[in-house]
């Protein structure tokens, strides 16, 4: 699943919905960090779309499974993977602004790239 594409996210929800298995955990451990400026198939821009949005997604598709998999003796579990990096996201902390976050010039440099995945995994906490 690429969870950078939400239509790729749907589809394999919609794979493992046709299995009729449980889910007891689910680990959200997708990342791309320092990546060139570019946008996703659905507009959003890749570091976030991958990092944040897509796992998001996935998540929300497949907590049905999740709660109805889990039991007093097995609990269920999701796991969103972060990182340290959290704590250089930009000065305005999470960032709803989509055109700013579609500016190419907001990753022209490292450290700005470095500030968005920050970004992204500071949106996981």
Same mark, same amino acid.
């Given at each position: 699943?690429?969870?950078?594409? *939400? &239509?790729?996210? %749907?589809?394999?929800?919609?794979? *493992?919905?046709? &299995?009729?298995?449980?889910?007891?955990?689910?680990?959200?451990? +997708? #990342? @791309?960090?320092?990546?060139? *400026? &570019?946008?996703?198939?659905? #507009? &959003?821009?890749?570091? /976030?779309?991958?990092? /944040?949005?897509? $796992?998001?997604?996935?998540?929300?598709?497949?907590? #049905?499974?999740?709660?109805?998999? +889990?039991?007093?003796?097995? $609990?269920?579990?999701?796991?969103?993977?972060?990182?340290?990096?959290? %704590?250089?996201? $930009? $000065?305005?902390? @999470?960032?709803?602004?989509?055109?700013?976050?579609?500016?190419?010039?907001? *990753?022209?440099?490292?450290?700005? =790239?470095?500030?968005? /995945?920050?970004?992204? =995994?500071?949106?996981? +906490?």
């Amino acid at each position: 699943v690429d969870v950078s594409d *939400f &239509k790729s996210v %749907r589809a394999f929800v919609w794979r *493992f919905d046709t &299995k009729g298995i449980g889910l007891n955990l689910l680990v959200n451990n +997708a #990342g @791309i960090m320092l990546a060139d *400026f &570019k946008l996703t198939q659905d #507009g &959003k821009e890749q570091t /976030y779309a991958t990092n /944040y949005l897509g $796992p998001f997604l996935l998540t929300n598709l497949l907590v #049905g499974h999740i709660r109805s998999a +889990a039991s007093k003796d097995f $609990p269920s579990r999701i796991v969103n993977v972060g990182s340290e990096s959290h %704590r250089w996201h $930009p $000065p305005e902390g @999470i960032c709803m602004n989509q055109s700013k976050m579609s500016d190419p010039s907001e *990753f022209d440099t490292k450290q700005k =790239k470095w500030g968005w /995945y920050g970004h992204s =995994k500071l949106a996981l +906490a």
